[in-house]
């Protein structure tokens, strides 16, 4: 479940409701795959689906002149953005890191 603060952040950048839950969704994909790659490595299909995980995720951030980085550390975040409006974040990196989702 996304974090009220969070989707207000998100909410604050434009995001339609639907698009903030489809974020997430992938994001938590993402990081479950990324989990799966640190631990045991990822076969042919999972690199297919995080390839069109993060594609997907660009297309959907595109539209709203968000920009994306994908990390490989699940300790954290593998989904990092750079929000233009509030310019918020909340990794401990600082505003370099970005906005983890």
């Known amino acids: ?3 009220k603060e969070t989707y207000h952040d998100l909410r604050s950048e ?3 409701e639907s698009d903030i839950k489809r974020l997430h969704q992938l994001a938590r994909q993402h990081h479950s795959l990324k989990e ?3 631990n045991q490595g ?4 999972e690199l297919d689906t995080e390839a069109r995980i993060e594609e997907e995720i660009r297309k959907l951030l595109k539209s709203y002149e968000i ?3 994908f ?6 975040f593998t989904v990092k953005m750079y929000l233009p409006k509030t310019k918020r974040w909340n ?3 600082g505003k ?3 906005y983890g989702i």
Do not use: F
């Open 1 to 3: 479940m996304i974090s």
């Open 14 to 16: 434009g995001l339609s």
């Open 36 to 38: 799966r790659d640190c």
């Open 42 to 45: 990822l076969n042919l299909r």
């Open 67 to 69: 920009k994306v980085r």
């Open 71 to 76: 990390t490989g550390d699940p300790r954290g």
């Open 91 to 93: 990794t401990w990196g």
């Open 96 to 98: 370099e890191e970005g």
